[in-house]
Each structure stands twice: as C-alpha cells, then as structure tokens.
C-alpha cells in the first residue's frame, strides 16, 4: 500500500513538472526591435527571454515571388540583443520590394517581421558616395552632397553575419565634400577577409530619416613601409626604418642584397625586427657589412614577413672606396743643431728681458 502511494506521488510530481516545462516553454518570448533592409543589405535586432540555438531567414520578395533568400545562423543568450546582418546579392530590377525575416528555433517560427524596400528614385539620397575604402588600417568615406543635409553615419566592421564594430559619426552637416576616417581600434586576422557596412541616415523634417547602406570589402594582410628619408647607406653597414600599415601584426626582418657591379658578386644580410609592428609604430633595424670588398654596389633592401614575402622595398647603390696604403716612413731625427738653435734663442730672449729690467 504504501510503494503505490509513493508510485502515485511520484507520478504527480513528474506531472506538474512535465506541465510547469511547458506552460515555461510557451511563455518564452523571442521579440524583433528592429529590423531594417535596403536593396544593399538588411539587419535585424531581437531579444529572447530564453537561450537558445537557431537561425534567421531573410527573405526578399516582388509580388509576393521570392527573390533572394539567406540564412544566418545565432545563438542568443536570454535577455541580451543581438543583430545579424546579411548583404543581398542580386540586382534590383524595379521599384518596391518586400523584405522579410523569420527567427526560428530547432523545430518552430518564433517571430517574424516585413520591411517594404524601396528602389530608384523612391530612395535617392541627397549625396553621392565618391569613395569608400576600408584598409588593413580602417576604413574612409567620402561623401559629396548634392543638395545641403544633415546625417548620421555609422560605420560597421563584418565578420560573416556579426558586427564586430561599430562607429557612428551623429548630425554631420553634408555642405560640402565631407570626409570620414576611423581606424581600426583592435588587431585583425591575417589573411581574414572582411566587410564593411555604411548605414547612412538622412534627416528629414515631417518623416523618418531617409536609410541607405553601402558596402565594401578588403582582406586583412600583414603591412609595412620602408621610410624613405630614414635609409642610412655607407661603408658600415644599412640602417632602416620601418612603420607599420597594418592592424595585423609584423614580427618580420629587413633583407638587405648587395651586388657587386664589377664582379656581380651578391651578398645577402638579415635582420630580425625587435618590435612587432602595426599601424602607425616604428622600429629601425640594421645590418653590418662582412666582407665587403671596397667597389660599387647597387644595394636592395626589403622588409619581409616570416613567410619571406616583401611588404616594402627600397633601392639605392653604395660605393666603398679603397682604403690607401699606408708606407711606412722612419720618424725625423732631431738634429743637435737645431736644438741648439732653439736653446740660443731662448736665452737670448730671457737676456733681453732681464736687461731691460
């Protein structure tokens, strides 16, 4: 009697679990704050009020005909926002477009939201876009206006479908060609290709700003230049200094050949960089000549990576002139005639000196 009344306890509890699991289940809420697209690029902006794994699907339609489709994975953690990004990849070819975006978990469609895209004249902004060049460095946009605006520029890094940074430039009055630089604050990884997103929002006085995004691309490699007024060439040996162009780190050398102009005899030396350059640091390096015979050199100097691909060369020609014969002479013998002479003289001078005294 008494095991069945525990099996039926037992039974109970694993019930009101089972249903608390899933009244809490039912009860997790997964909320789109934001989700914008242009014909460049869309992003969205959610919450969950519980972790868990799952993937976005935008999705780009004309009358009601799907047009493009990708899929971003995520895995968001409860209570903390998080935004994906995707670029599209197709052509516009008309006016008005409907932008979709479906969250959906391991089994379910857990929120989704549309956004209408314009395109063409619909949404021409009042500026032109004259540049827009990210670097191994960071990035530079610039703009020119055709008629007077004001705007908000935010710079986004990429990494696949995450922001990794963002830079945002408020109220910048567009009169005039305006120019926008923002370097990298953190190290990238070599070899790593990445984008970067200009969302570009114009103001306007009875209606929501004006949105364009914009985008661009570049892969990130090791960089380093050879400054020219700091090259020291001469008899010695080479001095150079190098200044990092890259937030991808250089740990490298200086790789200086010299090529003996009469002989074509070449001699190669290597120097070991001390600090690991990156954008805006300098170091200078040096090498000493062994057994350089005097003649005319022309000199190359190249700064190269560990993997010995030049990132900077320098070119220059060196003459190490002959060094003349020394003969070797016997040291004068002094005469005792002239000793004598000098001593005569300085009695004479101190007899004149006393008589006159």
């Known amino acids: 009697m008494y095991s069945n009344n525990r099996k039926l306890i037992n039974r109970f509890v694993l019930s009101v679990l089972f249903i608390f699991a899933l009244v809490n289940s039912a009860s997790a ?34 009358a009601g005909s799907l047009v493009e489709s990708h899929e971003a994975p995520f895995d968001i953690k409860a209570g903390e926002p998080l935004t994906k990004v995707i670029i599209w990849e197709k052509k516009p070819q008309h006016d008005y477009y409907t932008a979709k975006v479906s969250l959906y978990d391991e089994s379910s469609l857990q929120s989704s939201m549309s956004y209408q895209v314009s395109y063409g004249t619909v949404s021409l902004p009042s500026f032109h876009v004259v540049d827009f060049s990210p670097t191994n460095s960071g990035v530079q946009l610039l703009l020119r206006p055709f008629n007077p605006s004001a ?80 090259v020291q060439v001469d008899e010695y040996g080479a001095s150079v200094t190098l200044r990092g162009k890259s937030q991808v ?59 010995d691909i030049t990132l900077d060369k320098y070119e220059t020609v060196l003459r190490i002139p002959e060094i003349p014969s020394v003969t070797a002479t016997t040291p004068a013998k002094s005469t005792p005639g002239f000793a004598a002479l000098l001593s005569i003289i300085a009695l004479l001078a101190a007899a004149r000196r006393l008589k006159g005294g």
Do not use: C
Request: charged residues 25%.
């Open 29 to 62: 809420r997964v909320e789109i704050s934001d989700f914008f697209s242009d014909f460049t690029s869309a992003d969205v902006t959610f919450n969950s009020t519980r972790d868990f794994q799952g993937k976005a699907v935008f999705e780009l339609f004309y």
């Open 151 to 230: 705007t908000d520029i935010k710079i986004e890094l990429l990494d696949n479908n995450d922001i990794v940074y963002t830079k945002t430039e408020e109220d910048m009055t567009l009169t005039t060609n305006t120019e926008i630089k923002i370097s990298w604050p953190f190290l990238l990884t070599d070899s790593k290709k990445y984008t970067v997103r200009a969302k570009i929002y114009t103001h306007r006085l009875y209606a929501s700003p004006l949105v364009n995004t914009y985008i661009a691309y570049f892969t990130a490699n090791q960089d380093v230049e050879i400054l020219p007024d700091d």
């Open 249 to 307: 780190p250089f740990d490298g050398f200086i790789v200086v050949r010299t090529i003996n102009r009469a002989t074509n005899e070449t001699k190669v030396f290597r120097q070991q960089v001390e600090e690991i350059l990156v954008s805006g640091k300098e170091d200078t390096a040096g090498v000493v000549w062994k057994g350089l015979a005097p003649g005319t050199y022309d000199v190359e100097i190249r700064a190269a990576n560990k993997e």
